[in-house]
């Protein structure tokens, strides 16, 4: 099992920034892929970035140019860097590590972009 806990949502104006991050603990071998996802009220989750153990990142083409991630695999901790925020992002914000073909969430932040 493999359990993570996130950290640094909260309230921020449109064009302003946060950083999110996220650290796994328990079974912590062999972790694939890092990321994080969002959900919006109304909506369905949705992908915003992950990154590989290797190193290989893939973002939504909605945060391209606005997000940064960046994983630690000795400390097995991934952040989000969120620059430029817009009132869309507004969401609750999860992150999610893959061990051995399982998905695991952590219990999710919220980021509310509103002026």
């Known amino acids: 099992q493999v359990q993570l806990v996130e950290s640094g949502g909260g309230l921020v104006q449109p064009g302003g920034s946060l950083r999110l991050s996220c650290a796994a603990s328990?079974?912590?071998?062999?972790?694939?892929?890092m990321g994080w996802y969002r959900q919006a009220p109304g909506k369905q989750r949705e992908l915003v970035t992950t990154?590989?153990?290797?190193?290989?990142?893939n973002y939504a083409d909605s945060v391209k140019g606005r997000f940064t991630i960046s994983r630690d695999n000795a400390k097995n901790t991934v952040d989000l860097q969120m620059n430029s925020l817009k009132p869309e992002d507004t969401a609750v914000y999860y992150c999610?590590?893959?061990?051995?073909?399982?998905?695991?969430w952590g219990q999710g932040t919220q980021v509310t972009v509103s002026s």
């Open positions: 999610t590590a893959e061990q051995r073909g399982l998905q695991y």
């Open positions: 328990g079974s912590i071998f062999n972790i694939y892929n």
């Open positions: 990154r590989t153990r290797g190193g290989t990142i």
